[in-house]
């Protein structure tokens, strides 16, 4: 697997940017970042998310801890209403140079920079993902159909490199999406919300009953995927779900 990987990063780096950065094209002076060989500007656009956020889903706050007793804050949404997951946790923000890598990863057949982008949120998510020792990461799946055509499902890619980082494992084909749903982009809250709406089923409990699992995909944006995949998976009864993703869309 790892040598597989590792020819389709170098064909698809040749092919893609011959010589130049991974995301813009451009011409890359010097050694470029030393982290994932983007060009200074690039590189420069990769944006970590907030230090200070909720304990929960992790949005943005001015502030992350209750003054009064120093514990983690929970935001207002939470408490009103707690999503389906326990924790939600990503690296980065869906914007610049990670747009842009991001987009060719999953649209233009560039398969190979998982490698890359694995490098930008390592620092941020395999701290996190190690905490849970003993945890199964469960990417979210692609329709068999849309598998077939791209080739590859990019959150299974981003989920193994993390995965052999934090001493975890990755549990393919427990979770299955059992319709070819439209893709999400574009698409407004609650039509997100309807577009996967049962779209997932667990098809081994075994993997999942009693067991920490941490869903995995590779952009949150309004959360529509997650909760859908989410719900499924409670059904196996697991002890807790968590959430991670590499990068947040809309994440101020």
Request: aromatic share 8%; glycine share 10%.
């Amino acid at each position: 697997m790892q040598a597989q990987l590792l020819h389709s990063f170098t064909s698809a780096y040749k092919t893609l940017f011959p010589g130049g950065c991974p995301a813009c094209g451009g011409k890359i002076e010097g050694r470029g970042s030393v982290v994932a060989r983007l060009c200074a500007a690039c590189f420069g656009s990769v944006r970590p998310v907030s230090e200070k956020h909720c304990a929960v889903c992790e949005k943005p706050l001015e502030f992350d801890y209750e003054i009064e007793t120093g514990q983690t804050y929970t935001c207002g949404e939470c408490r009103l209403n707690p999503p389906i997951y326990d924790e939600l946790r990503h690296a980065l923000v869906y914007e610049g140079a990670v747009r842009e890598l991001i987009h060719k990863f999953k649209y233009q057949g560039a398969s190979g920079l998982a490698r890359i982008l694995a490098k930008l949120g390592e620092c941020k998510i395999v701290p996190w993902l190690a905490g849970y020792s003993g945890a199964v990461m469960i990417p979210v799946p692609l329709h068999r159909s849309k598998l077939l055509s791209r080739g590859y499902n990019p959150p299974y890619l981003l989920a193994l490199r993390f995965a052999r980082m934090a001493g975890l494992k990755v549990v393919e084909g427990s979770l299955r999406r059992i319709r070819n749903t439209r893709p999400q982009f574009g698409l407004k809250a609650d039509e997100r919300i309807k577009n996967v709406k049962g779209a997932f089923k667990v098809l081994n409990r075994n993997d999942i009953k009693g067991r920490t699992v941490i869903v995995f995909d590779d952009v949150y944006t309004t959360g529509a995927t997650m909760d859908a995949c989410c719900k499924a998976i409670k059904k196996a009864k697991p002890e807790r779900i968590l959430v991670s993703a590499l990068c947040r869309a809309g994440a101020d």
